[in-house]
């Protein structure tokens, strides 16, 4: 089998290499470049990646290639992040990253020529070979209908669907998921045992383009600063000022700059440029039930009737914590998810994603709207 592997020069992608080649498999290992390293203000320095991405090379004897996708990333990626930011709207960039990128722009340029692409994601992809569990519930979702499904994995901290959750169908079929049967501890533990060169290296923060850039310099450079006011929306006093919506999200409680807190964004006037806010941890207006999803995309296939109310585990960020909830498909086609407990920080413009009954098998995703 023809193996693409990419390495990121963090532990898990290390790991990955570690056990194709344990099976005998000799992957060709990449390096994907997407850092703009010719903007002195917003280099993405990578040289301790590509240094660590070396150290397994050489371990293996295997071939290491650098593939430059800046400008692809900064088409496709940096501009839609830039564009949800001006709309008041919280992007994932890192859900793009993938479905654009890794497996979007790599597969143009190089993949194509492989069987497999093979990273470092926890996760699993279930073929058709394999049995799917009894405790699928809700009859009405058919997973016997198509071959392919992406699955969750067994390390609930770890999961990373939600970040593969926009992939397309051939996306998947072609992905090859090591790690996706392990936890996170073993896989540190693996890479400990075989003295592998990033070991004991941390695992990555924050958004995969900007490194160690600070998010709200990022913005500033595209979008500047416009300061505007900070107000409690219950009493509508001011309570201080921003320097422009598009450094703040739904939900946030840090970096509002205002004392006596915690308070929270509650709400956004994006014509006004007015940021509203409500104090106290258990104030009912930070937290939401309900929600539409905007151009829901099924990753392999739609298990769905054509209408009605279906039993669905979901998630609206990253968390190692499935929601129970139920999603309703209308007659024009739209969905809406209605959670069985309240959730704090429904933010317009994130992925929420929905998952099968036991949360097994990531089913897809479309962007939350209000």
Known sequence: MNIALLLSGGVDSAVATHLLMERGLRPDLFYIKIGMDNDDELTCTAEEDLELCQAIARRYGLPLQTIDLQ??????????????VQQGL???PDVMCNRLIKFGAFEEQVGHAYDRICTGHYARCIRDNEVFCDSI?????????HPVWLGTAPDPVKDQTDFLAQLERRQVEKIMLPLGHLQKEEVRQIALDNRLAPARRKDSQGICFLGKINYNDFVRRFLGERKGDVIELETGKKVGEHKGYWFHTIGQRKGLGLGGGPWFV???DLADNILYVSHG??????YGRSFNLAGFHFITGDPFPPSGTMD???????TDRWRVGTLTRT???TFHIDGRDPIQGIAPGQFGVVYSPDGRVCIGSGEISL
Not at 281 to 286: E, G, I, S, V
Not at 312 to 318: E, G, P
Request: without cysteine; hydrophobic residues 30%; aromatic residues 12%.
């Open 71 to 84: 400008k692809e990333y900064w088409e496709r990626v940096v501009s839609y992040t830039m564009g949800h």
């Open 266 to 268: 509650v709400k956004k």
């Open 312 to 318: 669905i585990t979901f998630k609206v960020r990253h």
């Open 281 to 286: 941890y258990d104030n009912l207006l930070q």
């Open 90 to 92: 919280t992007p994932n």
């Open 331 to 333: 007659t024009d086609g």
């Open 137 to 145: 519930g809700d009859e009405a979702i058919d997973l016997s209908s």
